[in-house]
């Protein structure tokens, strides 16, 4: 797999879409649970309130970028939960006991099986998942020649 050609091919917008919404949501529940936990600061119940809203938003932006529903959903919760996990431990202090630590290893592994494969990012549909389907004539064709241009490389090397 070639670094470079994936780096080239890969959805950037849409890759800082879901990373927008990642930050958002985590934002969002960290300034509910701050407000949750102070007296009468309808600030932060506002804000993380607001900042939920925008989630609702990236998310329609997201899934209007004919990635499917799966792989955009399956990176932000993980994502987000990995990210809320430290957000807990390290600025709340909360403790996590045996079980909740497997969990979170388990969620992270298995959304590792949704990271971008080369074909995906050759494909230029998805930034992730195996099942990336390439739906329209051009970009059957620069997976094609990306293909072609790869076994000829292979030939010479």
Request: hydrophobic letters at 55%.
């Amino acid at each position: 797999m070639n670094l470079l050609k994936i780096l080239k091919n890969f959805d950037w917008k849409l890759a800082i879409i879901i990373l927008l919404l990642i930050g958002c949501e985590a934002v969002g529940q960290t300034l509910l649970e701050k407000a949750s936990l102070e007296d009468n600061n309808n600030l932060l119940v506002i804000g993380g309130v607001v900042l939920y809203a925008i989630v609702g938003y990236i998310y329609y932006i997201a899934l209007s970028s004919n990635i499917s529903l799966a792989i955009v959903n399956i990176i932000w919760q993980a994502a987000t939960i990995l990210i809320i996990t430290l957000i807990s431990v390290f600025y709340f202090k909360q403790k996590l006991t045996n079980k909740e630590i497997i969990g979170i290893v388990i969620v992270a592994i298995g959304s590792m099986f949704f990271a971008p494969t080369e074909e995906a990012a050759i494909g230029g549909v998805a930034i992730g998942g195996a099942d990336a389907k390439i739906t329209n004539i051009k970009d059957r064709e620069r997976l094609f020649r990306a293909k072609y241009k790869n076994d000829i490389d292979k030939l010479f090397n």
